[in-house]
């Protein structure tokens, strides 16, 4: 119990509460106990008023000395207030040494004691609390004229009033006890009430700890735990936003990883085939003994084979920036000039291979890393070239509120398993012997820089026709 808060303040409440109660308890026993010292004295002193009231009563035409001189008159008086009052009186005389009294004597030792101690001089009274009685004994010297006439001596029981109190006393400790237990009990659904919102919090802390969530703990009080409870939901809702954000970049990383791995496997599947084409030829060239149309063939094969690893493994460098010589910055240019002269490079391509180019583009300006919009560009444009079934080719830029350059061109019909793949690498098909050098990674790169450039490219397959579309929103109006 004493491990959890509610079982420290509780017990520190009951232990405060106990001593609190035993102090509160001690003072009114204190108050009670100088309450019956007052009584009892107020209650001699009435006494003593009342025996010579009586006696002055009773006696009037005798002298107040002859009166007290006269033993039978003040035992008669003394007799009559012991009935009324229960109370032991005595006259002890000086002159003779006699001593009349009516009542009961509780303790003979205790009047002969405070006959003695007044010495004729002082009225005494001394209260005798013992473990079975409790009794006053009283002492009044009698003076008239200057002549010492004898003591009067009281004694009485006041048990009774001291039994009262004690029972007073013992109800007032047993309503305290039932207030007590009753504080006790409201202090702990109190404190329970209170401390249920913590326990509930540790919970929700432990399953933290063990990667569960409990969606939002319940706000009972605007007091500090309340306050707490808010902290940390908003840091339950912190990890849980975490959490996600790792699982989204372990995912992105795994998807990394496994494209990485396919890219290195692709790779050294493409680079096979020009090193087994390459290797045959030239162990066939090594064996001699070849006519003139043979060795030709070889040679063009080997030249071939070599261009095409060569560009393969200058787009494979392109893909994994392995090689920049130039770090580019994004600038503003006119996209129309550009394409222009990329077509005039291209001039020479065109006749060889009796390509004709429908170009029309608007004047605009578009912000991006020019020298990758160029590569974007070519790269269309060859894989144009390799694949025109007609010898004609669209260039198209259209300016509204974005740049689209369009490419298209007619081709023979694609594999139905690779024709919503033509922008990952290593995607390619062959209709013919000069599509053998292409390295599938063109379109890859296409796609690589112009989300680079914040562009967006997409194609559409329609009839025998297939038309390339980079969107660049970054436009300079």
Known sequence: ?????????????????????????????????NNLQTFIINDMEKIRDIVFSEIKRQYPISSEKNSLNNKNEIWSVLNTVSKQYDIYLSMNYFEDNFRQ????????????????????????????????????TYSYPIYIEDDY???FAFQKNYLNEYNNNVNLMIRIIFIQLILFIVMILVNYIWLK???????????????????KFSNGLKTRNNDEIGILIDHFNKMEDQIMEQMRYLQLEKK????????????????????????????????????????????????????????????LIQNMLVVARCEQLEEYEP?????????????????????????????????????????????????LIDNGIKYSQ?????????????????????????????????????IKYNYGEHTQMSSGLGLFICKELAEKNKAYIDYKIYEDRICFRVKFINIEQ
């Open 1 to 33: 119990m004493l491990r959890t808060i509610k079982g420290k303040i509780t017990v520190g409440i009951i232990f405060i509460s106990i001593i609190v109660l035993i102090l509160i308890n001690l003072i009114i026993w204190g108050i009670f106990e």
């Open 101 to 136: 009294f009516a009542g009961e004597l509780l303790e003979e030792e205790s009047v002969e004691n405070i006959v003695l101690d007044s010495d004729k001089k002082s009225s005494l009274l001394y209260i005798h609390n013992q473990k079975t009685k409790l009794y006053a």
């Open 149 to 151: 006439i004898g003591i």
């Open 193 to 211: 009430k209170t401390t249920d919102p913590l326990n509930d919090l540790a919970t929700a802390m432990t399953f933290i700890g063990q990667g």
């Open 252 to 311: 992105k990383i795994e998807e990394l990883e496994k494209e990485s791995r396919d890219f290195f496997n692709y790779a050294t599947h493409e680079m096979k085939t020009p090193i087994t084409s390459i290797l045959g030829y030239t162990q066939l060239l090594q064996k001699g003994n070849l006519d003139k149309e043979v060795t030709e063939r070889a040679y063009s094969r080997i030249i071939a084979e070599s261009e095409r690893m060569y560009k």
């Open 331 to 379: 600038e503003s240019f006119n996209i129309k000039e550009l394409l222009a002269k990329i077509i005039y490079e291209f001039e020479l391509t065109f006749n060889k291979q009796k390509i004709n180019i429908c170009f029309d583009c608007d004047d605009t300006i578009i912000f991006a890393i020019k020298e990758e919009v160029r590569t974007i560009i070519k790269n």
């Open 390 to 426: 007609d010898g004609k080719i669209s260039i198209k830029c259209k300016s509204e509120d974005y740049v689209c350059i369009i490419v298209e061109n007619k081709i023979l019909p694609i594999p139905k398993e690779i024709r919503e793949k033509l922008l990952e690498p290593f």
